[in-house]
């Protein structure tokens, strides 16, 4: 029983609501202006029937050669506009406000003009070609298909919180556009949006600044040299296409490029500021990051131009057939990110900074050309950098100097090391488990850190300069040993047909190494240093070849060293008057087991000497 009062309560309401939304669509009309002459909207004798267009009513206002000017701020239905007739009809805001509850539509030989204020309400639908010259846009707008925007003249134009869809084109020739507020200034571009000169969409507003979403066109077709601008604030987001036909679209808020293209070759789009992320649109070199950060998932498309700016804890990925330029002398910083090439990365100015934790890591599928002379560093520290090198790493120019890898950037080769002029720097260690490094004109500088040879085809020119072998190594094809240890190493194998040069007056180290030699060693200069405890131990299958007079001894103490001969050992340069001589020192033990024993050089004086014993078998 006493839910009864409830119920007529409710009953009472929607009777209420009811009748009010029946009045109100019955008070909705057509009212036409019927004055020859121009004159004021909120005269009621300029229309039929008598009475001010509101806001449910539709405006009809077709008289050619009239003038309607609103006398104050101004709330409509829906307003009719000339004819596709002769004589030109217009609706003048008169320094006030219009809103609109529903469309506009501005027939052939209207004319209307937003001076001061518009705003959209429900369903608020622009039709026709619209002018814009100066005051504001409010509200939710709708430009329709086929329709026009025209914003003219150098003053500001102000969207503080519009939400504004372009189903047509937008013709942005002149003046400032001012957005953000809260909520932001959004923009959805289904149409075509043409920048014809050099302005700036700025957030003048502040809030949440202004969100562009170009599902359409984004064409910059004209310029006096200048730019056009979407200053910090103004996020541009991307799934159409971004066409920059002359000078610079500047980006400077930020924004997501996830369909579409940006691939005009003439002007250039330049991501200056704020966080980008670039997964979907096919791009061009002249697209170019020259400041702004690349965050998240990325993958590089077509070409990029870096420039300057950072890609700190990014994935980035250059697909299949696309290219990315690194240009300019500025830092290019890539702490904790993940970089896939499988295209082609141009590395011509700039040091590369990675590290970090969890670190850089790079992995090479395609060619990274390296064309200056310049490092890659170890700045943000942590777990360094790892550059897994499967395709091509190349150096193909340079003014005279060395592409290095620092401390801390380990370089892993399964892949092709090339350097056609000058040095390749390795400083951080790595591993060389396949491919190849056989350039004869360049050099790979071993220069610190641990290396593994094992699998690597390489020449002579790849250098061992300070850096440790360690581990089970390999040595194909070629190797100048100039200075650094193999001490503690598991085993060196020099395979058959493969070259070792131990070259310069260092000592070089082998404690507790074990060197099978199935090639040639070319002992040209420096003392070799062996013992240790369990000890080293060579075994030579091929030939090892003196050819200056130098020492083997047993600095480690220990177990010594035992060399066991199945080969050939070779004195074939060296002095050879007096004192001078090959010296195998006490602590290294000299086994001719079925091996041959070839003096060639000297005529005054000892040329082998053995003090640590052995078995001539």
């Known amino acids: 029983m006493k839910t009864i009062p409830c119920l007529k309560s409710l009953a009472i309401n929607s009777l209420i609501s009811c009748i009010a939304l029946t009045a109100l669509v019955a008070n909705a009309a057509n009212i036409t202006w019927t004055n020859a002459a ?48 002769a004589g030109t009809v217009t609706l003048a805001l008169n320094s006030q406000t219009l809103s609109l509850n529903g469309p506009l539509t501005v027939n052939t030989s209207g004319s209307f003009t937003v001076d001061s204020a518009l705003i959209g309400n429900t369903n608020a639908v ?42 047509g084109t937008v013709v942005w020739n002149n003046g400032t556009i001012q957005g953000g507020g809260t909520p932001p200034s959004l923009i959805i571009n289904n149409g075509l949006w043409d920048a014809q000169s050099d302005w700036t969409w700025n957030n003048v507003y502040g809030g949440s600044g202004t969100i562009f979403n170009n599902v359409g066109t984004f064409r910059k077709s004209a310029s006096t040299g200048g730019n056009t601008t979407f200053a910090s604030g103004a ?123 969890p670190g850089t890591l790079v992995v090479n599928n395609g060619v990274w050309d390296a064309q200056s002379d310049w490092t890659w560093n170890n700045a943000y520290a ?95 094809g070629g190797f100048n040993w100039i200075v650094g ?58 030939l090892w070849d003196m050819q200056s007079d130098q020492t083997i001894n047993n600095a480690y103490s220990g177990n010594g060293a035992v060399f066991n001969n199945r080969g050939t050992v070779r004195k074939s340069g060296g002095v050879g008057i007096g004192s001078t001589y090959t010296l195998f020192a006490g602590g290294v033990v000299f086994n001719q087991l079925a091996g041959v024993i070839d003096t060639q050089n000297g005529t005054n004086g000892l040329e082998l000497v053995f003090q640590g014993g052995g078995n001539f078998t």
């Open 235 to 357: 996020i541009f987001n991307n799934t159409g296409k971004l066409d920059s036909q002359t000078s610079y679209i500047v980006l400077s808020g930020g924004g997501n490029f996830t369909g579409g293209t940006a691939t005009n070759l003439v002007g250039f789009v330049y991501l200056n500021v704020g966080a980008f992320t670039i997964n979907g649109t096919v791009t061009s070199t002249n697209v170019q990051l020259v400041g702004a950060t690349l965050t998240g998932n990325n993958v590089i498309s077509g070409g990029l131009n870096w420039i300057v700016g950072d890609w700190n804890s990014s994935t980035e990925t250059i697909a299949t057939n696309s290219i990315l330029l690194i240009t300019s002398g500025n830092n290019h910083n890539v702490g904790n990110c993940t970089i896939t090439n499988n295209g082609t990365v141009a590395w011509n100015n700039g040091t590369i900074q990675g590290g970090g934790t």
């Open 126 to 167: 622009l039709s026709g070609v619209i002018g814009w010259t100066v005051g504001s846009l409010g509200g939710v707008l709708t430009l329709a298909p086929g329709s026009t925007l025209n914003i003219t003249t150098g003053n500001s134009h102000n969207l503080a919180s519009l939400t504004f869809t372009n189903n």
């Open 38 to 85: 121009s004159g004021g909207w909120n005269t009621t004798s300029n229309w039929n029937p008598n009475s001010v267009p509101g806001p449910t009513d539709t405006a009809i206002i077709t008289n050619a050669g009239v003038t309607v000017s609103l006398n104050g701020a101004t709330t409509v239905g829906a307003i009719i506009l000339g004819t596709n007739g």
């Open 485 to 542: 240890d193999w001490n503690n190493s598991t085993s060196e194998t020099i395979a058959t047909n493969s070259l070792l040069l131990i070259t310069s007056a260092n000592n070089h180290n082998i404690q507790n190494c074990t060197i099978t030699n199935n090639g040639t060693v070319a002992w040209n200069n420096g003392t070799i240093q062996a013992g240790g405890t369990p000890g080293t131990l060579i075994i030579n299958n091929g």
């Open 382 to 476: 942590g777990n360094g950098t790892t550059f897994n090198n499967n395709g091509t790493f190349r150096k193909s120019a340079g003014a005279g100097g060395n592409t290095t890898f620092a401390g801390g950037a380990i370089f892993n080769n399964t892949g092709k090391l090339d350097s056609q002029t000058n040095y390749i720097v390795l400083s951080g260690g790595g591993n060389f488990t396949g491919g190849t490094a056989t350039n004869l004109v360049g050099f790979v500088y071993l220069n610190g850190g641990a290396f593994t040879f094992n699998g690597t085809v390489t020449s002579t020119n790849v250098q061992l300069a300070g850096a440790v072998l360690t581990g089970t190594n390999v040595i194909s």
